[in-house]
Every structure is written in C-alpha cells, then in structure tokens.
C-alpha cells in the first residue's frame, strides 16, 4: 500500500503536492516521490512490499512519458508480467507498478480489467494531457478527488484534499443523513461537500476540463448467473482449490505477510490456508477484557492448532476512549461504533513486530451468505407466504436467541411483531427496512436547523438512484447481498474499520475472499451450497473440516464488536472528559447540528441508569454524535493545510 496524490491545472504548485503528502505519509513511510511537468503534479509515499529498489514512485515511461502513481498490490502481476514480455515489453524492474503501466500503454482504459487485486491507480498521459484513475473492484483501496474550475485534484485520503487552497470546508448533510441511516454513505459521497470518491470498479478520465466515469466491472448477481451443475462434493473441491489459490496469491510479497485472527470461521480458514504455506506464520488478535465481547478462547485454540506465533492485543475501555480522536481523524467520517478502535491497537500491534501485510477474513460473510440479515430475510419471505403460520416467528426467536432482547418475553414479542411489519411490501429494499428504520431513528437527535436543510431529501431515493438496473430484477436474497457489499461493506468494514485503521500504522491488509475470480465461482454455486436451510456458510464450514477443530467450524458468527458508551463513562456512570467535551450542552449548541434538549436527556440516560440497560440504538446515537464533532472540529473547523506544513518537514530527508 502507499499513498497517491496529484493536481491537474494548468501550473500546479510542488509546494502544494508536498503539502498533500505530508498528510500521508502514515500510508508510506518507506519512500517519497514527486513528478511535477506542465499541467499535473503526481507524488506517492510508499509502503514497500514488492521490488524495494525498482518500485519508487512516480514512475515514467522513458519513449511516451507516461507517469504512473499506484497504491495497492497486482497479485497477478508475475503472470501478467510473462504475457506481456512475450509481447515484448522490456521491464526495468520487478515491480506491480511498471505492470500497470505496461498494460495501460497495451491495453489502454481497459487495463484494470487483467488486474486481480486491490488498488487505486493514477495514470498522468502527457500526450494528451489526460488523467486516467482507477478503484479496484471492491473499493479495497480508498481514491478520492475534488473537480474544481481550473484544478482537478485526487488524494488516498480526503484530508490531504483539504491541504489545498479552496473555500472553507462544509460537512455534507445529506452525507450525514446517509450516515444516520446506512452507517455510511452513498458510493460516491463523502462527509465533505464537494470531495467525492471514486466508485469501485471503475475508472475515471479526465481531460480538457472534463471527467468522465466508466464502469468495467459490475456485480455478478448469484441469481442471474448460470449456476454451475456440478453436485456438492466436486463443489467442495473446486471450493478449496479457488480459496486456496486467493490466499496463496495474497501471500506473495518480498517481505513477511501475518494474519489477523479473530476466532470466528472466516479468518480461521485463511490462517489453516496460510499456515501450509508459511512456516509459524504470525497471527493477530483483539482481546477484551469484558468477556461478553471476548473470543481470546477461539483464537488461541485456533492459533495451537496452526502452530502459529500468536500475539493477542488487550483491550480495555480506557483504550477506546484515549484514541478515539485518532481514530475519527484516521477514519475520516463520522462512525456509528467504537469497533475501529481496536483495529487500530492491533495494526500498531503488527507494525511494532515488523510486519508490513497482514490477511483478513473480510468478504466471507457477503459473497457466502454468513450474515443473520440473510436468513432473517429467508424466514421472513416465507413468513410472507404464509402469514398465519406461527412457526415463522419461532424461528426468528431462534436465529436471535442470543440477542439480549430475546431473553426476555416481552421485548421477544416486540421484536418479533417489528419483524412482521411490512411482509407485503414491494420495496426494492425490503430486507433492510427494519434496520434502516431503527437506524434513522436516531435522527431525533437532528437539530431543526438540520431537518430544514434536509427538508425534502430523502436517502432512500439516492440509494435507489446508483443501483444498477440488474439490482431490480434480482429476487430479495440477492438484493440483500449486493446491499450489504455496496454500503457496510465498502463503506465501513474495509475503510473506517479496514483500511483506514491499517494504514494509519503502515500496515496493508489483504483479503482472499474479495479475490474477483473467487466471488466469480462462488455466485455461480447453487444459493443452498451456501445458506443449506438456516446454516450459514454452509460450504465454507464443510471445507475447513479437515483444517480445523469441528468446535470452530460449527461456531455461529460471533460479530466483532467493542464497548460504546461504556467506554465513555466510569464505574460512577459520570461522563468522562472526551464525551463532556463534544456532547457537553455548550458544544452541542455551538455545533448546531444535534437538538440540545435531546442530547441533554441522552446524557442524563447515561448517567442515571445501569449501563447494561442501555439499548443498541442508544449506543449508536452516542457514538455517531460524538463521532461527528470529532470530525468536526478535525476536518471542517482546524487548517488542515496549517497542519500539513507542521508536518511537512519530516519529508525534506526522504527520497523514493
């Protein structure tokens, strides 16, 4: 990984790129570059990974002066290399970057296309002034950019953006909104009014003043695929050959790649894959002190059973508290969790012991169909088949018979009468109704100014705007796989919760289960070789059976999480200094966006009940107010270009 950034315009400043880069540097402490020519300024800091003498960036082609800048990895990039040497290319260097430039000079925009891997490429063509960006599938790798009038402008990160001389900066409401509703934005929209971010899978021109965004990859939904005929046990088979071909991929690097483990059946199976490649390969996990978040006992049976060097990060609640305006400046959006925190502990974990990669078990549950939402949705379309029935109802008691509402009879009910609202509805959003619901709930807490500016916008209706036309035709499982990997997915677990953490301690996180060709062959599989009944990951548990303890194939999914509100405040319920700070009545007011009176009852909620009373939607609202005036002060209120020449100094010594 590293990180990337340029301007467009007709004489732009080194002074200002060097600027955009200080603020990224955490995302390539190994090397600095800058190329500066009429019309572009393009700089990387870099992460070496691969060819640490050949791969300095920007790199140009002597005979066209094609310049590339690259952050992410090309895992097949040896035999891409072999292809096009054959062609005959003559390469310089061993490197993933000159691949990419080889191909774009053969192939032209449809370079990504040949790529397997996870990157944000920036290709400067000085023979017609054009910019060429492209995002990888997934959006594994974040790109933003800013179209302004006389300057084009893209960065990994949007706060080195905002180093750049322009207006002061606007939170984007509707981005809040989106926020309150999804737990993230929009593809496309950040928290900041006018930075945008590339969608993934897709590639941006810009020339003559204009962009232009073409898609070159889309989404194979499962149902519209021809589904493959071949019985459960040749599919096995196939199952463990692809997986393991995307984990060996994922292994390749000049230096040492570790695991993230968290005990649960995703990143098991990649740690069982990895570990008969890799000798003592090094795993990681997040432990807790409080146990009802804990999985140190599946992790550490999992890390005996691979013999792997196993380091457990601790967290406690002070640790959450402590980082959490690091981790809001890291994540760069308002968050509904605390959960980046941790992450952030264990990327730190990594770097102290030297690692530069680690692998994660991010994707299963999207691409196998591992998540409760999944079957909840299956027992609620037949639930809607038949609406008398009162097995139906049962059965959603015992998918959440481990939520603490379940326990008792008369929060049982409730949940089970919510879940029962909107059976006929023709939403193309339908398995998601009740949790968007419950989410934009929290939007009590808007302040009137808020809900005027809002007034007539609806979230929804820009969700259903960037669905592409294939989302409309697919039937209700489908639908709500494509949801959860073009909101929670994208916009959370591999960014706030993903790359962002990783990367804020020069760590790059690799993810075999979003290898392209490996979602390819899983959509083709019938839809019960993955949800067999009410079994989830029903293929994934099969295969590992040989690789791991059957305690770990049969676990249900545990889901990552850590304290909130909890973290917040002290044995005594008191507020702690961070949260009286920002969600004091005087900050609230100051900011404008939250209702004083509401926040007011929140705080006195905290502070006069048993912590364990409070409901996940309080929870929530907590963190997503606190979050946001952390952000606030950090991107909207500070100079962040004042910041960047704080900082900028520490690059005068490096070279790429």
Known sequence: ???????????????????????????????????????????????????????????????????????????????????????????????????????????????????????????????????????????????????TPGRFAFASELKSILTLPQPKARLDLRALDQIFTF?????????????????????????????????????????????????????????????????????????????YLSGGIDSSAIVALASESVDALRTYSVGFVDESYDEREHQELVARHCSTRHKTVVCRDSDIEGRFERVVWSAEMPLFRTAPAPMQMLSESVRADGLKAVLSGEGADEVLLGYDLFRETKIRRFWRRRPSSTQRPRLLEKLYSYLPQFANPRFSRLAIRSFGQSLESESPFYSHLIRWGNNAANRVYFSEAVNARLAGYAALDELEASLPHAYFAADELDRAQYLEIATLLRGYLLSSQ???????????????????????????????????????????????????????????????????????????????????????????????????????????????????????????????????????RQFIEADVRALAVSRSHSLASRSA
């Open 498 to 632: 993903g790359d962002r953490m990783n990367l804020s301690s020069s760590v790059e996180g690799r993810y075999p289960f979003l290898d392209h060709e490996f979602v390819a062959f899983a959509n083709g599989l019938p839809r019960a070789y993955k949800l067999a009944g009410l079994r989830d990951k029903h293929i994934l548990r099969r295969s590992m059976r040989a690789r791991l303890p059957e305690s770990i194939c049969a676990r249900p999914k545990f889901a990552y999480q850590a304290p909130d509100i909890r973290a917040f405040a002290g044995r005594d319920r008191a507020l702690g200094q961070l949260a009286t700070e920002y969600l004091g009545d005087a900050a609230v007011r100051a900011a404008g966006l939250f209702d004083p009176d509401a926040v007011a009852v929140l705080r006195t909620k905290v502070e006069q009940s048993s912590l364990s009373r409070l409901g996940a939607r309080d929870d929530m609202a907590f963190v997503q107010m606190l979050s946001t005036h952390v952000f606030l």
């Open 1 to 147: 990984m590293c990180g990337i950034a340029g301007i467009i315009a007709p004489a732009p400043e080194l002074l200002d790129l060097e600027l955009m880069l200080a603020l990224l540097e955490h995302r390539g402490p190994d090397g600095l570059g800058t190329h500066v020519e009429r019309g572009a300024a393009i700089g990387a800091t870099r992460l070496s990974i691969v060819d640490h003498a050949g791969g300095r960036q920007p790199m140009r082609h002597a005979d066209t002066g094609v310049v590339i800048v690259f952050n992410g990895e090309v895992f097949n990039h040896p035999e891409l290399r072999a292809e096009l040497e054959l062609d005959g290319y003559r390469f310089r260097t061993r490197s993933d970057t000159e691949v990419i430039l080889a191909l774009y000079l053969e192939l032209g925009l449809a370079f990504p296309e040949r790529l397997n891997g996870q990157f944000a490429v920036a290709i400067w063509d000085p023979r017609d002034q054009r910019l060429v960006l492209a995002r990888d599938r997934f959006g594994i790798c974040p790109l933003f950019y800013q179209d």
């Open 183 to 259: 737990w993230t934005t929009v593809a496309g929209r950040t928290a900041i009014e006018g930075i945008s971010e590339l969608l993934p899978g897709h590639t941006l021109v810009h020339e003559r003043g204009r962009s232009t965004l073409r898609s070159y990859w889309s989404w194979p939904f499962p149902g519209q695929q021809e589904r493959s005929g071949m019985s459960f046990e040749r599919a096995l088979e196939r199952f463990d050959e692809e997986l393991s071909r995307a984990v060996a991929l994922r292994l390749r690097a000049d230096v040492e790649v570790g695991s």
